[in-house]
């Protein structure tokens, strides 16, 4: 103590009567010091201390998520051993395929996914043996939610517990800053169970209801799996309009429509216009409906690239038209918003159609987006 007052009193702190002065220089050097040593471990531990809250909060909901999907199980089926099927489902993966050679990988990645897509519904029908088609449909939907939980809540432990281990605050940081995103998406998935065990419209729905709103007493027609199609007459044009067969939780595939439709069907359609629902961003209003070109469509690609090599090849305008909504809405019941959305989209689409198509000439409109609650 005696050297620091003297090394203090050389700097010309610390003389009679300033004793307060120097307890509080003592203790500022302290800090100072135990900071530069330490502070990146302190803070360490206290991100990993929040972080750790937002991992029991993931598990909480993964839990949660499993439980819906074991009650909804269990309600259409006759057999005992319905969990731990259930806890094997939730693990499935894919793997993607290589791309060291990139010629063909989009109909690899299509492959994969449709045998991914093919097996989980035999399992679900082999359990759910009450369960009608559209029942099935929902049932599988619950589970991919389920499935993303899993695999949501052990990617972030993952990190979580190699940052612990490692105390890397680099590592922690990266973790803390996309804690945010990853919550509202797990918050999003777990509002969208309840809409798919009552059958209830999403507002990724918004698309196909546009679509079935066109087609309100046309014939229809299956033209590709868990999609249908109707030809209908607007202001003079007739027109093609696509979605995912309803009201069972399917997004259909519209690509494979539209490639049938005009290769072979043999027509030759002046315009797509395509109507999904499109992430908004913070500070726009949901609902707000937007005008573009191109093919409005989500996923991992595979629909998006066929639908843009059909154009490509037949010299065929894409028009976008898409309703705006966060990720939570986007999976959670539709709102009134996004509702109103759906027939301001409506009246873009039909002006387009007067403006692109000629009297008397062929479109195709697209609603693209899960029809869980949407008939046709």
């Known amino acids: 103590m005696l050297s620091i007052q003297l090394v203090l009193s050389e700097i010309g702190v610390g003389g009679e009567g300033d004793n307060i002065s120097t307890v509080l220089q003592i203790v500022f050097l302290t800090f100072f010091i135990v900071m530069m040593t330490y502070g990146q471990k302190i803070q360490a531990w206290m991100m990993l201390k929040n972080i750790s809250l937002s991992v029991e909060r993931l598990r909480r909901m993964r839990d949660e998520a499993r439980i819906h999907a074991v009650r909804y199980l269990k309600e259409y089926s006759d057999r005992s051993d319905v969990e731990p099927i259930l806890d094997r489902i939730l693990q499935y993966f894919w793997i993607q395929p290589t791309s060291l050679d990139p010629t063909g990988i989009v109909g690899k990645i299509e492959h994969i996914l449709n045998l991914r897509d093919e097996r989980i519904r035999e399992e679900v029908a082999a359990i759910a043996s009450k369960a009608n088609p559209i029942q099935i449909s929902n049932i599988e939907n619950v589970i991919e939610i389920g499935i993303s939980m899993d695999q949501i809540y052990r ?193 873009r689409i039909k002006r387009i159609i007067r403006e692109k198509i000629p009297v008397g000439g062929y479109g195709i409109i697209v609603g693209v987006g899960n029809t869980v609650g949407i008939g046709q």
């Not at 003079?236 to 519209?254: C, D, L, Q, Y």
């Not at 908004?280 to 639908?307: D, M, S, W």
């Open 155 to 347: 990617i972030v432990r993952h990190f979580y517990e190699f940052g612990k281990k490692t105390k890397s605050i680099f590592i922690v940081y990266q973790l803390e800053a996309q804690l945010p995103f990853i919550l509202q998406e797990a918050e999003a998935l777990m509002g969208a169970l309840t809409a798919f065990e009552n059958c209830q419209p999403i507002g990724d729905g918004a698309g196909a209801l546009v679509a079935a709103r066109f087609m309100y007493g046309a014939e229809k027609h299956r033209i590709a799996k868990d999609t249908v199609y109707a030809d209908v007459i607007i202001d003079g044009r007739t027109v093609s309009v696509i979605k995912a067969e309803g009201p069972g939780g399917n997004v259909g595939k519209p690509d494979q429509a539209i490639a049938r439709l005009i290769e072979e069907y043999g027509r030759r359609p002046s315009i797509i216009v395509m109507v999904d629902a499109a992430l908004k961003l913070e500070g726009e209003e949901t609902g707000e409906v937007a005008e573009g070109v191109g093919a409005a469509i989500g996923g991992i690609g595979v629909e998006k690239f066929r639908i843009e090599e059909v154009a490509k090849k037949y010299g065929i305008p894409l028009y976008a038209v898409v309703i705006k909504q966060s990720l939570k809405e986007a999976i959670s019941p539709m709102n009134r918003k996004i509702y109103d959305g759906v027939y301001e989209a409506i009246e």
